[in-house]
Antibody, heavy 122, light 107 residues
C-alpha cells in the first residue's frame, strides 16, 4: 500500500524557517518525481515545487523561489521542503504528492499525504 | 504561467442529477488536464487524468472530456458521497497550476 506521511509543521514567526519531511512507503521511491502542494485555510490548491527522481532537476512556483528548497534522500525514501523567510501568506496545509507520469506523458498526483499545517504568525 | 479557470465556483444539485463542471486554460494544453475531488479535512483524490481517463477505483459515473483549452468533468448521477470540491489541474507546463475549485453542494 502506498503511503506518504508528512511531518515537521507547526507555528513559526514571520521571517523564520521550517523544514517539512515526507516519508514514502509501498512503492519504489527513487522511480518517481515528487511534489509539494499547499492549501491556505479555506482556499484552493497551489502547487509549490517538485523534484526529479535523482534530485537533479527542481521546479518552483514563483512565489517561493529563492525562499523554499525541495530536496530528497532516496536512501531514506523521503522528500523535504526547507522553508526560509516565511511570510504570513505561506500559512497553509502542505501536502506531499507523488507525480505519476501516465499516458501521453501527462503528470498527475496519484497519491497524497495527509497534510501538515504550517502557521506563520507573530 | 498557465491560468486555469473553473465554472461555476459553486453548484447546488440533488441526488441523481447530472452535473457538469467546466475548466478553461489560458492557453492550449492539449490533454494535459487532471481532475481531483477533495472532501473537507482530507487530501485530494485523483479522479480523471489526461482529460478523459478514469483513475483506477473511481466510479464510472465520473467522466471527463475536452482538449486544447476547454474541458469538462461530468457526474452522470450524483450520489451522496459526491458532494465535495472539485479541482482541475494542468501539467502541460512544468509549473503546474490548479483551477480555483468548484464546490458541489446538496440542494
Amino acid at each position: 500500500e502506498v503511503q506518504l506521511v508528512e511531518s515537521g509543521g507547526g507555528l513559526v514567526q514571520p521571517g523564520g524557517s521550517l523544514r517539512l519531511s515526507c516519508e514514502a512507503s509501498g512503492f519504489t521511491f527513487s522511480h518517481y518525481w515528487m511534489s509539494w502542494v499547499r492549501q491556505a485555510p479555506g482556499k484552493g490548491l497551489d502547487w509549490v515545487a517538485n523534484i526529479r527522481q535523482d534530485g537533479s532537476e527542481k521546479n518552483y512556483v514563483d512565489s517561493v523561489k529563492g525562499r523554499f528548497t525541495i530536496s530528497r534522500d532516496n536512501a531514506k525514501n523521503s522528500v523535504f521542503l526547507q522553508m526560509d523567510s516565511l511570510r504570513v501568506e505561506d500559512t497553509a496545509v502542505y501536502y506531499c504528492a507523488r507525480d505519476h507520469v501516465g499516458i501521453f506523458g501527462v503528470v498527475s498526483f496519484d497519491y497524497w499525504g495527509q497534510g501538515n499545517l504550517v502557521t506563520v504568525s507573530s | 504561467d498557465i491560468q486555469m479557470a473553473q465554472s461555476p465556483s459553486s453548484l447546488s444539485a440533488s441526488i441523481g442529477d447530472r452535473v457538469t463542471i467546466t475548466c478553461r486554460a489560458s492557453q492550449t494544453i492539449s490533454s494535459y488536464l487532471n481532475w481531483y475531488q477533495q472532501k473537507p479535512g482530507k487530501a485530494p483524490k485523483l479522479l480523471i487524468y489526461a482529460a478523459s481517463y478514469l483513475q483506477s477505483g473511481v466510479p464510472s459515473r465520473f467522466s471527463g472530456s475536452g482538449s486544447g483549452t476547454d474541458f469538462t468533468l461530468t457526474i452522470s448521477s450524483l450520489q451522496p458521497e459526491d458532494f465535495a470540491t472539485y479541482y482541475c489541474q494542468q501539467s502541460y507546463s512544468s509549473l503546474f497550476t490548479f483551477g480555483q475549485g468548484t464546490r458541489l453542494e446538496i440542494k
